[in-house]
């Protein structure tokens, strides 16, 4: 997913992305696919590089909760570049045999 949203590849982000994904950024606005797609492609929400430093996965019975924590270089919403201590809660739904991204909440650590 950041490598997508590095290179601004809305094509990859889409595969990854199900029909219902939304994006809760840490000010508690949700982005469906469409919009988060567009944001990124657009610059709106800029990637420049990430460093995963942990990851913990929970798998429940009808999904799977992963919990990564990165270094996150990003300038979004206008605002200057800055390294983020940022944590992504990710839940995984299985659609048609593929593994798809139904929500992404953002926080910081």
Do not use: C, P
Request: charged content about 25%; overall charge neutral.
């Amino acid at each position: 997913m950041y490598r997508a949203m590095i290179e601004k590849d809305g094509a990859a982000l889409a595969k990854l992305l199900d029909d219902s994904f939304a994006l809760v950024h840490m000010t508690g606005m949700r982005q469906n696919k469409q919009a988060f797609i567009r944001a990124v492609e657009n610059g709106t929400l800029n990637y420049f590089s990430e460093d995963l430093q942990e990851t913990k996965t929970i798998v429940h019975k009808d999904f799977v909760q992963l919990t990564g924590k990165s270094l996150v270089s990003a300038a979004v919403f206008g605002g200057g570049r800055h390294t983020w201590h940022l944590q992504l809660d990710i839940k995984f739904i299985l659609v048609e045999g593929d593994w798809l991204i139904r929500e992404a909440v953002a926080s910081t650590w």
